[in-house]
């Protein structure tokens, strides 16, 4: 690891593929730019009971609830990666300012090429973090001094004001910004009568989220300095195409990655297809222009 995060590629996104660095590393070899490790707090958790998963118009709801071993356990799927040929995120959240620092201390140990925080779960109590611009400003600013190696901060559409709070995070020395974690959902069994998910609301992610994820790079693109990693719903090149057009500089896959690990080769083959067929020499040439 150590090596340079660019803001850019196909990366896979947070959460999706759990937790074993074994799994990554199918990710890696399957054509993936960058990968994100699953959100990561300062001690273990059990997470939501089940059911934690099941599906809606063309999408899934989840409410996993940040299940994880703890940031010192991590370190031997941390291990597992040490000479991964691509970038590793290390995904971090907090309950709380203290512990989001404490939890950051000890990712920046595994020498990871970038630190990614959420603060932004939809079926955690850290769901509220992301709503805050003045949170988000602190949360950050404390992870910033203590984390030299890239920040990026992952918000969320559910809040009301996605660009104040992409904004905050710029100001508390973000060097880019996720956008966007899954949508506030839910699922009633009809005969049961009752919500399908052990925790009732979960989030929602594929394809279903594609349009409200867009809206939330373009709108972060037209005020913000920093780059933007789009992620919602991505499921072919064309998706990416439109990320790239409304801002976003590098993209993360997640729930289309359960489609196939070829996703990656996929967009990326679609991507540069399109960007010849149109007469640019490289995404960066397309990257804002709806904003033109
Ligand atoms: C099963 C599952 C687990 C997830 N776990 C995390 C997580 O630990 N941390 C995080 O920041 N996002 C998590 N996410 C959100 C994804 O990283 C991503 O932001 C979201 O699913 C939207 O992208 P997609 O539509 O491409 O999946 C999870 C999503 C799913 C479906």
Redesign the pocket.
Known sequence: MAMTLRIEGYWL????LGLAGSTLRRVIDAGADAVVT??IGLEPRAGHPGPI?TTSHGG?I?A?G?SNPGIVAFSEEMRALADAPVPVVL?IFGRTADEIEEVAVHAVEYGPDGI?L?LS?PHAEISQIAHSPDLTHTYVSRVRDVVKSPLLV?ITPNASDPVAVGRAAEEAGADAVVA???LRAMKIDIYQRRPVLGNKVG?L??PP?FPV?LRCVYDLYGALSIPIVG????SCWQDAVEMHLAGASAI?????VLTGLEIFQRVKQGVYAYLQEEGFSSVSEIIGVAWM
Do not use: D, F, M, R
């Open positions: 996104a947070s959460g999706i699953k959100s998963l899934l989840n996993v940040l995904s990614e959420n779960c992952k966007a974690n899954t989030g992610s594929g989220l994820a992620v919602g719903g991505v993360e896959i997640g729930t289309a």
